[in-house]
């Protein structure tokens, strides 16, 4: 049972514009900044975004991120095959003392 | 080229002992916080502990405290965890990462993770 909530799975269609939610509490994304990550199954996570909604060099502006509350979205439009992973959302949690991550989201691109 | 390869997984008996490595180039690694992440099979990313620059401040998941230690050395440019009492539940993949400093208007930030390594398999079986 992962601290932060997302969807297991979401998709849309190439072009499209998709969103995945990330849902906290207090303690962590109502406190703090979400970072997001982006994983193909086998190879290593990579940092998406950080801060809530700042990319790293190298990734395009094809995503963004935001957070309202205890709530966080990544926002991933000009959908192309190529963006099929799994994307995780994570934020620092005072009570825990540590990072906590959401369970992951599957993204498919139909 | 900033690099991190971990090494010294493998297969040991419940209650068994492992030391993991991570061996760092291509950035000031005595600057930065390192971390552990693990990832069980088919799983989501789980963290696992964290040490800083000058190895003064160390934490760890609650799954792990009082059988797992971070470390590091700073000469050899290397982040360890020693890994005592081992569960089955710690069967995983491990992954050292890098943690990027950022700052808001309220406070400064080491938990955005900017390199990962390629991970080392640790699985606990009789």
Redo the contacts between chains.
Sequence with gaps: QSVLTQPPSASGTPGQRVTISCSGSSSNIGSNPVNWYRQVPGTAPKLLMYNNNQRPSGVPDQFSGSKSGTSASLAISGLQSDDEADYYCAAWDDILSGPVFGGGTKLTVL | EVQLVESGGGLVQPGGSLRLSCATSGFTFRNYWM?W?RQAPGK????VS?INGDESST????SVKGRFTISRDNAKNTVYLQMDSLRAEDTAMY?CARA?Q?C?TISC?Y????I????TMVTVSS
């Design positions: 971390h992440v989501g990313l789980v963290w964290r934490n760890h998941a609650d992954y990027r950022y808001t930030y938990d955005a993770f900017d990962w390594g390629r991970g």
